[in-house]
């Protein structure tokens, strides 16, 4: 089975511009979470989804939105990018019940 | 800001000895969890330990888990050139897959 996908790998913007990633879970696993990680620190929680409902947010400004499909993918939306908007996204999957989290490669979002 | 903390934020030693990392957390946790990521990429899943356990075993890692003094230990035996990597602990707290990581430590295995 393939494992979490995410688009792009890579991605330059400017900014105030705006960005939508992309993040597909493993078959069968209906909760998504998304996590920023800037360079040197530990991954930061930014939202879960389940059965396309927000079932949790981070500290993050509104310029962070997000939302699941009915094939539980799900989209990471940031506008008026900031400078600071600079890190690796990150997705993660997850079953019913799990605790274990598998995690999608990453985007890299480099804002200039 | 960060749930955990991670000590040492780096460690290097020679291929075949003990790797021992620190995770001391703010709060109460329903469990605890380590991961590892390789060069800034996807992380993976190494061990989870429940609030009510102490100790846990899997294959070359031990994870201990003292929630009085909430902190966790992640010990790599025997380690090899492989294990290189970012190491942190993550803990979950309510009822979702809500999951707050620490700092991490960069560990170094020399060949």
């Known amino acids: 089975d393939a494992g979490v996908t995410q688009s792009p790998t890579h991605l330059i913007k400017t900014r105030g511009q705006h960005v939508t990633l992309r993040c597909s879970p493993i078959?069968?696993?209906?909760?998504v979470s998304w996590y920023q990680q800037v360079l040197g620190q530990g991954p930061q929680f930014i939202f879960q989804?389940?059965?396309?409902?927000?079932?949790g947010r981070g500290n993050f400004p509104d310029r962070f939105s997000a939302r699941q499909f009915p094939n539980y993918s799900s989209e990471l939306n940031v506008n008026a990018l900031l400078l600071g908007d600079s890190a690796l996204y990150l997705c993660?999957?997850?079953?019913?019940?799990?605790?274990?989290?598998?995690f999608g490669p990453g985007t890299r979002l480099l804002v200039l | 800001s960060q749930q955990g903390e991670e000590d040492p934020q780096a460690l290097s030693i020679q291929e075949g000895e003990n790797a021992t990392m620190n995770c001391s957390y703010k709060?109460?946790?329903?469990?605890l969890q380590w991961y590892r990521q390789n060069s800034g990429r996807g992380l993976v899943h190494l061990i989870l330990?429940?609030?009510?356990?102490r100790e846990k075993h899997s294959g070359r890692l031990r994870v201990t888990l003292d929630t009085s003094k909430k902190s966790s230990s992640l010990l790599i035996t025997a380690s090899r050139a492989a294990d290189t990597a970012s190491y942190f602990c993550?803990?979950?707290?309510?009822?979702?897959?809500?999951?707050?990581f620490g700092t991490g430590t960069s560990l170094t295995v020399i060949p």
């Open positions: 993660a999957s997850s079953l019913p019940g799990q605790e274990t989290q598998y």
């Open positions: 078959s069968g696993h209906k909760s």
């Open positions: 989804y389940y059965e396309k409902e927000e079932r």
């Open positions: 709060t109460s946790i329903n469990n």
């Open positions: 330990i429940r609030s009510n356990e």
């Open positions: 993550a803990t979950e707290k309510g009822t979702g897959n809500q999951f707050y």
